[in-house]
């Protein structure tokens, strides 16, 4: 594989510090190598003190989303090369308060998607005709979202409102009207019926766009706002 | 609570888990990690929850700690996994003639197992090879690499621990051969700073040879990775083992939306430095489509490598051969006071490495406080975050 050096501009900051500023590395990569990779590989060889959020390495945990050359990504299945820039500058999610370097807190992002009650597992829509095994009740699977708040760092009105639900939490919900399990629908409707709620969303779809986990933020929010009309209707959800 | 303190270093699996212990046991926990939690090997592990199957030939400690610890799971993290069940499928005659063995030693390790004929398997799984001889159904499931440590992590916050992600261990404070606590760095602030501790355990994976070395004593853990391969699209809804002795690429871990294809094995000295070598990427789609061809052609999401903590002789080369079991050292055996090093296992059995290593730490504080983490029903993932 061909080795080329690429210059990524990384957003620095410390507890204390007056203010942030840019810090510049060099690192070797080759077609495989990804933003988080490089990352890891300047943390490792060149500055030990850079501070990065990761875990799986595939796309399912959620906690490297940062934005590269502006825009919301999982540094972990964002490869460099294929960015086409000769420098990369990668920077914090916004809409959440900032700990340090790449890392913001997630404790906000959380306090509110937590309130949906999605539980973890849905049933898998995934080989509908394949017979389920002895003892297993139905074909499940884990939840699409993977709580990386990208939509919430690309989404506009987020920057603006502080109180806005945001595009997880809003999808959050759909997912529980859609697919109860349990889980109490009416108080969550009304909880999303609200000014600060799925009413307040611009639907510029940003949060779809940086989406990276097929969940379709934006789309949950119109189904919601459908449904909720329906209900106001006196029309059972079907 | 007891004024006794204990520093836990690495916030993966087993750091995790006995956080989690050690504070039901009502000691002062304070957990320290370099980085985000799980963001050591935990998090890059192939996400499934073993049955114990696939160790139930060569490793019967492994397979037993396996399949009781996949019970407790399902008990104390309702909802944190995909429990679609596993299959053992022969492909080749040769497949077919290890099935004796598999079935005696499931046996023996109290695996259920129910066997399917070939047409049976099909039907569960329409993308099996349609070469299948027959296979074996066994309580495999899928979990969420980082969200089941995290409930273990959050319980514990619930009952008093302290974690400190963002926080390295610089070195050890000593006095004369007694561990009395560690100096770390908050990455967060650049600040560093003591922390006292009257018993100090070493729960960093790969890194623990590492870590021991900063207190003097020598702990066998040789790094031995593996190369993962994540694809879009689930192509099964059970977890599809290959019915042979473990070797590459024999297992597809269905997980959300993705399949997951593992893995391979050889053996490091630094776990910070692992690469994705691109011939086991290719392994990784090759053997995987023996069992199920249509991943031949299935779009890539993402390659990478994790390390395990194996414990076993140095000078190993495949990694294959060495226990998957876990330790537990106390290094007072070495004339090193107040440490105590746990490593191996595997993130199914994190619960049992934590009983395990409570109860050595307990007993050196000299008290007598049994474990509750069977029964504990933990917090949910969301709740490390919230709190
Ligand atoms: C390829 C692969 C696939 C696997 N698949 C599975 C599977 O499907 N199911 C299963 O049950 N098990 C699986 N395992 C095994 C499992 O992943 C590991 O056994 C388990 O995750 C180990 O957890 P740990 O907490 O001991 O180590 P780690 O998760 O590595 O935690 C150690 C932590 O210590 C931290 N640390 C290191 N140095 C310092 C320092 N100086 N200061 C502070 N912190 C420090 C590290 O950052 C790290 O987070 C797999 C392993 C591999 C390699
Ligand atoms: S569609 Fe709505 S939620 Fe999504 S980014 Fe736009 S305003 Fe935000
Ligand atoms: S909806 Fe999509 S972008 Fe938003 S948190 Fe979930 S996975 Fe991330
Ligand atoms: S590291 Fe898990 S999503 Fe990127």
Redesign the pocket.
Same mark, same amino acid.
């Given at each position: 594989m061909s080795e080329q050096k690429v210059t990524f501009r990384v957003f620095r900051y410390k507890q204390g510090d007056t203010a942030p500023h840019y810090d510049t590395f060099t690192v070797t990569v080759n077609e495989r190598t990804t933003v988080l990779e490089a990352l890891q590989a300047i943390r490792r060889d060149q500055d030990g003190t850079l501070v990065i959020r990761h875990s799986c390495h595939h796309a399912s945990c959620?906690t490297c989303g940062m934005r590269v050359n502006g825009k919301e990504v999982l540094a972990c299945v964002t490869n460099v090369l294929e960015l086409g820039t000769p420098t990369v500058t990668v920077e914090p999610l916004q809409n959440a308060p900032l700990i340090s370097d790449l890392v913001v807190d997630m404790g906000p992002f959380y306090e509110t998607f937590s309130q949906a009650h999605l539980p973890f597992v849905r049933r898998s829509e995934y080989l509908p005709d394949a017979e389920v095994a002895e003892g297993v009740p139905f074909h499940m699977r884990f939840e699409s /979202?993977?709580? #990386?708040?990208? /939509? +919430?760092s690309a989404c506009p009105v987020v920057a603006s409102d502080a109180e806005y639900l945001g595009?997880?939490a809003l999808?959050a919900v759909w997912r529980v009207v859609q697919e109860p399990r349990g889980t109490e629908v009416p108080p969550l409707l009304d909880w999303v019926n609200s000014e600060h709620g799925c009413w307040r969303c611009h639907v510029a779809l940003e949060?779809s766009e +940086? #989406?990276?986990?097929n +969940?379709d933020?934006g789309g949950n929010i119109m189904a919601l706002r459908q449904e909720l009309v329906r209900r106001a209707l006196g029309l059972s959800h079907g | 609570m007891s004024s006794y303190h204990v520093v836990i270093i690495g916030g993966g699996a087993t750091g995790s888990a006995l956080a989690h212990d050690l504070a039901l046991r009502g000691i002062r926990v304070t957990l320290v990690e370099r980085g985000e939690v799980t963001s050591g090997t935990t998090g890059r592990h192939h996400g499934l929850l073993h049955s114990g199957a696939r160790y139930a030939v060569k490793d019967q400690e492994s397979a037993k700690e396996c399949i009781q610890e996949n019970m407790i799971l399902r008990k104390i993290a309702p909802g944190s996994f995909e429990l679609n069940d596993g299959l053992f499928v022969a492909i080749t005659e040769e497949d077919l003639a290890y099935y004796d063995d598999f079935m005696e030693g499931c046996a023996v390790c109290g695996i259920p197992t129910r066997t399917l004929s070939r047409e049976e398997a099909l039907r569960l799984e329409p993308n099996l090879n349609p070469e299948v001889k027959l296979a074996v159904q066994v309580p495999d499931g899928t979990m969420d690499a980082m969200r089941l440590p995290l409930r273990f992590l959050a319980t514990a916050k619930h009952n008093g621990a302290v974690i400190k992600p963002y926080t390295e261990v610089l070195s050890f404070l000593m006095e004369g051969q007694t561990v009395t606590g560690v100096h770390v760095r908050d990455h967060t602030s650049g600040k560093e700073y003591d922390i006292g501790a009257d018993i100090v355990v070493n729960a960093a994976g790969p890194w623990a040879e590492k870590i021991a070395r900063m207190a003097g004593v020598d702990v066998p853990v040789q790094p031995s990775p593996g190369v993962l391969v994540a694809v879009w699209g689930r192509y099964n809804n059970m977890v599809i083992n290959r019915l042979h002795r473990s070797g590459d690429g024999d297992i597809v871990v269905p997980q959300r939306e993705l399949s997951i294809i593992g893995t391979s094995s050889w053996v490091v000295d630094d776990p910070d430095k692992l690469d994705v070598p691109e011939e086991h990427i290719r392994l990784m789609y090759e053997k995987g489509a023996e069992m199920i061809p249509a991943l031949k052609h299935a779009k890539m999401r993402a390659a990478w490598s994790a390390a395990r903590p194996l414990i076993g002789s140095r000078g190993a080369t495949t990694g294959r051969e060495l226990s998957r079991t876990f330790k537990c050292f106390d290094h007072a055996d070495e004339g090193v006071e107040g440490f105590v090093t746990i490593t191996g296992g595997k993130a199914t059995t994190a619960r049992a490495m934590a009983e395990t290593t409570a109860d050595v730490v307990v007993r050196k504080l000299g008290l007598d406080i049994p474990c509750r983490t069977r029964e504990v029903v933990l917090l949910p993932h969301t709740a490390y975050y919230t709190q």
């Open positions: 959620g /979202c993977i709580e #990386c708040g990208l /939509c +919430v595009p997880a999808a949060c +940086v #989406c990276p986990s +969940v933020p | -």
